[in-house]
Nanobody
Framework: QVQLVESGGGLVQAGGSLRLSCAAS????????MGWYRQAPGKQRELVAR???????NYADSVKGRFTISRDNTKNTVYLQMNSLKPEDTAVYYC?????????WGQGTQVTVSS
């Protein structure tokens, strides 16, 4: 099973930036679709951004133009660069790995954006 460890969350003022990282174990990372999801208090978990093994990306409408997902297959790591953060981006952010043989989640990292 692929294990995922997120880092990079924290407290930032509105308009600021953060970069989240998700380090994955195992060689299967290279053929996996990797995604970032978030869950705010009282809300359902939602997709933020995804990136395929070939580098194709898609984003939630609410983050288009502000967030960028990328991956480094040599480091088994996926990143989420978050710019122009808004208070409504406050949530626990989770990394997800999805492949034909397995699916797993990280433990989550808190992002808090103050107004």
């Amino acid at each position: 099973q692929v294990q995922l460890v997120e880092s990079g969350g924290g407290l930032v003022q509105a308009g600021g930036s953060l970069r989240l990282s998700c380090a994955a174990s195992g060689s299967i990372f290279k053929i996996s679709v990797m995604g970032w999801y978030r869950q705010a208090p009282g809300k359902q978990r939602e997709l933020v951004a995804r990136i395929t093994s070939g580098g194709i990306t898609n984003y939630a409408d609410s983050v288009k133009g502000r967030f960028t997902i990328s991956r480094d297959n040599t480091k088994n790591t996926v990143y989420l660069q978050m710019n122009s953060l808004k208070p409504e981006d406050t949530a626990v952010y989770y990394c997800n790995h999805d492949s034909v043989v397995s699916n797993s989640w990280g433990q989550g990292t808190q992002v808090t954006v103050s107004s």
